[in-house]
């Protein structure tokens, strides 16, 4: 796992490439103009109290010029306050969509690149659960880590200039205390800057002291809200495989549990999130009265006008909010580095994996492209997870328009495509690949979500195939009866197609796409002995310059393939 002692360093690393994308100039002077309107936000803050003392000592006067003076202040500082807070309020939002944008792109591309999110779920070692639930971590994990990140920037800001504006005020409504200890007088100056400062201390130590146990259970509920999220998709998934097995109790039981960790994980977050929140409603009362009554006596002996007592009170409440920032955003701290660390994890497990794609290790297949049309291994061996080798020192080379069996363990064979197109790295040896790509049909194509005709032409867009082409191809693998659902949009065409049907769409994908190096694996095994005959038929007369290896158990294809190789 990363190291989390780099925490802040990290996420530094992570982020600092936004401030230098291509919109920097864009993205630096929002951020800018977000600071200069927090600059705006605090001196408005001290208009209002330097109102507040000016409109206290008017009612003190009994002078009603003085309150209709105010009157027409408060107007100008009203109007201020919100056009300063609405702009601020729709920059932030915009800087905040445009970090979490700039960070899903970039983990996307890397996630979704050449079976990278295939690769990850099969790394093993300190990182083997960096990589779970990647969708959430996309989706929701950095949503949380940028948008909450400028809003604890944003607020330690105004706090850190909070603080500097009312300390100044603070000081100087102080005065000088005398303190009478007998023998000799202390002269304190700016006693309730002293009072604020231990008053914040005390309660950001006791504030930390009771939340600790907050980011702890935060970061597990999100864990198993994850799991559980996860479990259900995955059912729904792979549905039609329940339903055959009648595995539905199993699944009721495996569901059940999933969101018994939830409960488990929501009792321990509401005992932290209760305990912070005694802590914080006690605070806030006494925060109200506890500057009142210090300054009370001043005002009392006729040392402090009612303007300035309320102006000392409320610099010394903004003060120690200021000083507060801590205890007052310890939820959301929890909550966002939380986020921050498992979209980091998440991070550290592609580029580990690059490293280890990148590096010359002699426990790892080499694949490299060249300009002959000939698919060559030398010496490999394909290894399995467990250390198991599944296929030792193969020397084969296939040339363009050859058409190949695979016999033998088809769970081996499988193994021997995936290292081939780059999914499958654990090894030794080397694959030399000509430079046009190889397309490999497993026995489930994927149907994304959208139109019949979109499914069809993935991972072409539906531009690049017309009308006439694919219906011409529906017929000849025997879907005519899907002409009329091209433009049916399905979220789910894996549940309401039948597996056959699906089987003959990833036949009319390589009718379409055309590709000259096919590797099917048990691609039609759903058809009966004579479909699949006919699909291998047509293939091989639609696409006669394409070299073709074939895993399957039937026996009558070997009259298709010019010779067989014996795994």
């Known amino acids: 796992m990363f190291n989390k002692n780099g925490f802040l360093l990290q996420f530094i690393r992570l982020s600092a490439p ?62 201020a306050n919100i056009f300063v807070t609405v702009t601020h309020f729709k920059i932030k939002r915009t800087l905040q969509l445009d970090w979490r944008n700039w960070l899903t792109t970039k983990l996307i591309a890397q996630w979704m690149n050449e079976g990278r999110h295939y690769l990850i779920t099969h790394i093993q070692g300190e990182i083997e659960t960096a990589h779970d639930n990647p969708d959430g971590r996309i989706a929701e994990d950095v949503r949380i880590a940028t948008e909450s990140a400028i809003d604890l920037v944003h607020s330690l800001t105004f706090c850190s200039l909070l603080l500097i504006s009312f300390t100044k005020i603070l000081w100087t409504l102080s005065g000088v205390v005398t303190l009478n200890l007998g023998l000799f007088e202390i002269s ?79 009792k321990n977050q509401t005992t932290a999130q209760s305990h912070i929140l005694m802590f914080t409603s006690g605070h806030s009362v006494l925060l109200m009265a506890f500057p009142i009554l210090v300054s009370a006596p001043r005002f009392v002996l006729g040392s402090l006008s009612l303007g300035a007592l309320m102006q000392s009170a409320q610099a010394f409440q903004q003060m120690t909010s ?75 080379e296939i040339k363009a328009g050859e058409r190949i069996l695979i016999a033998g363990n088809a769970f081996t064979g499988s193994k021997l495509f995936k290292a081939i197109v780059g999914f499958w790295p654990w090894g030794e040896g080397k694959i030399e690949l000509p430079n046009d790509d190889v397309i490999f049909v497993p026995p489930r194509p994927y149907l994304p979500i959208g139109s019949l005709r979109t499914a069809i032409c993935y991972p072409m867009t539906v531009n690049d195939v017309n009308q006439t082409e694919l219906e011409e191809k529906l017929d000849l693998v025997g879907l005519s009866e899907l002409r009329e659902n091209l433009d049916d949009y399905i979220e789910s065409w894996d549940s309401l197609l039948s597996r056959e049907q699906q089987q003959r769409l990833g036949a009319v994908r390589l009718l379409l796409q055309q590709p000259k190096w096919i590797l099917l694996q048990q691609a039609f095994d759903s058809l009966d002995s004579d479909g699949e005959i006919a699909i291998l038929r047509l293939i091989c007369q639609q696409l006669p310059q394409a070299a073709i290896l074939t895993i399957t158990h039937e026996s009558r294809a070997e009259a298709f393939h010019q010779r067989m190789i014996t795994l």
């Open 322 to 396: 200021a000083l507060s920032w801590p205890v007052d955003n310890m939820a959301k701290i929890a909550e966002w580095r939380a986020s921050v660390e498992r979209v980091l994890s998440l991070v550290h497990a592609l580029n580990k994996l690059e490293e280890e794609i990148a590096s010359r290790d002699p426990h790892r297949i080499e694949r490299i492209k060249t300009d002959k049309p000939v698919l060559h291994l030398h010496d490999l061996c394909v290894v399995r997870l467990d250390g198991i080798v599944c296929v030792h020192k193969m020397d084969v």
């Open 18 to 79: 936004f401030w230098q994308s291509e919109n920097k100039t864009v993205i630096r002077r929002l951020t800018l103009t977000l600071f200069g309107l927090t600059v705006l936000q605090i001196a408005i803050a001290v208009l209002i109290t330097e109102w507040s003392a000016n409109l206290f000592n008017a009612l003190e006067q009994r002078s009603m010029s003085g309150i209709w003076t105010q009157v027409g202040l408060i107007i100008l500082i009203f109007i």
């Open 188 to 266: 304190i100056h700016g006693h309730l800057v002293w009072l604020a400062i231990l008053y914040a201390t005390g309660a950001s130590i006791l504030g930390w002291w009771i939340g600790r146990p907050l980011t702890y259970a935060t970061n597990g509920r999100q864990t198993v809200e994850a799991n559980f999220r996860f479990g259900l998709v995955n059912a729904r998934e792979n549905s039609l495989a329940i339903s055959l097995v009648h595995g539905e109790h199993t699944e009721q039981s495996r569901f059940y549990s999933l969101f018994g960790d939830i409960i488990e994980a929501w």
